[in-house]
């Protein structure tokens, strides 16, 4: 029984505004911005549109899969029941084995993921070309 709604975050890459792939956000109720350090000109750029400050969170740059899942689960604790959006330059299918996804055939896809991590662990709700 799932005590907590899921959080969703959207994972995207260093694109800005004028990159349809985020600007397609626009629409999106986003509850807080999230960034490795390289991404923080953009999350500050994408976080204005929503009045929102840019998080940075320099773990969210992690190599390891491991240390980068805990860092995606750390802003899921913090945000319950909201969408987030996670700018990181480190999306990629490894890592998201080590989240428990099921990835096959994911090689290549394009950004924003749609992730929802919750009591009933992580899953894939949009990855274009998925």
């Known amino acids: 029984m799932t ?4 959080a ?9 505004l004028d990159d349809p792939r985020v600007g397609s956000l626009a629409d999106q109720r986003i509850m807080g911005v999230y960034c490795d350090v ?5 999350a500050t750029e994408v976080a ?3 009045g929102l400050p840019a998080h940075t969170r320099p773990d969210l740059a992690a190599r390891e899969p491991a ?14 029941g909201e ?9 990629h299918v490894p890592t998201l084995r080590v989240l428990a996804v099921d990835t096959r ?6 950004v924003p993921v749609e992730l929802e991590c919750g009591d009933d ?10």
């Open 105 to 110: 055939g994911s090689a290549g896809h394009d």
């Open 8 to 16: 969703r975050l959207l994972l995207t890459g260093g694109a800005g």
């Open 83 to 91: 969408a987030v959006l996670v700018v990181t330059a480190h999306i």
């Open 3 to 6: 005590l907590h709604c899921p």
């Open 38 to 42: 390289a991404g923080v000109a953009t």
């Open 48 to 50: 204005a549109r929503w």
């Open 121 to 130: 662990g992580w899953f894939i709700r949009s990855w274009p070309g998925l």
């Open 67 to 80: 240390a980068l899942r805990g860092a995606l689960e750390a802003i899921a604790d913090l945000h319950r």
